[in-house]
């Protein structure tokens, strides 16, 4: 199993550009999430999806927009890139679990710069 | 809303004991999780709380106290690969059941 994976692995954008970032898991998890990491920082959560079909709005979900049309997928979009959306952006994937832990599994992770 | 105060950074030499503190503001706690970081890399799972108490995993000890708020990840026999960046979270029902994530505790192992 590769777990999970994220595409591309580094970018380099103009101002202003678009960009989809393609995060793909291969555990059948449910649960999917896009964060995004400033250097010296902890994680912070943009947009996630419980299920195939479904979005919702993490902490800080401007500027992105996300689609989650199959279960294994999970799309993180730039519409119009700025300068303050260079960082680290993290997939994770995970499985609800009844006993309240839940694991989440993390991709390597795409290094943005916004020029 | 939620949120968690860890430690920036903790300076300790191979073969030492460390303690990441880790305290946190929520409503309808779920439990507790640590993640490790090293540089470059992704962040893996090392351990979950949910109640009152220690658990052990090797060299890794996590401890949770609800009533306080407060939990801590235990490093003992320190390695230089356990430099890393060590993240507490806590999943909290008011907040969907997402995890938050704290500011994480920066571990330099010294020889």
């Known amino acids: 199993n590769a777990g999970v994976t994220q595409t591309p692995k580094f970018r380099v954008l103009k101002t202003g550009q678009s960009m989809t970032l393609l995060c793909a898991q291969d555990?059948?998890?449910?649960?999917m999430y896009w964060y995004r990491q400033d250097p010296g920082m902890g994680l912070r959560l943009i947009h996630y999806?419980?299920?195939?079909?479904?979005?919702a709005k993490g902490e800080v979900p401007d500027g992105y927009n996300v689609s989650r049309l199959k279960k294994q997928n999970f799309l993180l979009g730039l519409e119009s890139a700025a300068p303050s959306q260079t960082s680290v952006y993290f997939c994770?994937?995970?499985?609800?679990?009844?006993?309240?832990?839940?694991?989440?599994?993390f991709g390597p992770g795409t290094r943005l710069l916004v020029l | 809303g939620q949120s968690l105060e860890q430690p920036s950074e903790v300076t300790a030499v191979e073969g030492a004991i460390v303690q990441m503190n880790c305290t946190y503001q929520?409503?309808?706690?779920?439990?507790l999780s640590w993640y490790q970081q090293h540089d470059g890399g992704a962040p893996t799972f090392l351990s979950y709380?949910?109640?009152?108490g220690l658990e052990e995993t090797g060299r890794f000890s996590s401890f949770l106290s609800r009533s306080d708020s407060y939990g801590y990840l235990l490093l003992q026999e320190l390695q230089m690969k356990d430099s890393a960046s060590y993240f507490c979270?806590?999943?909290?029902?008011?907040?969907?059941?997402?995890?938050?994530f704290g500011g994480g505790t920066r571990v330099l192992v010294k020889p």
């Open positions: 709380n949910a109640l009152d």
């Open positions: 979270a806590v999943r909290d029902k008011a907040a969907g059941n997402k995890l938050t």
């Open positions: 999806s419980v299920g195939e079909g479904t979005t």
């Open positions: 994770a994937s995970s499985q609800p679990s009844v006993y309240r832990q839940e694991t989440q599994y």
């Open positions: 929520t409503s309808g706690f779920y439990g």
């Open positions: 555990m059948n998890h449910e649960y």
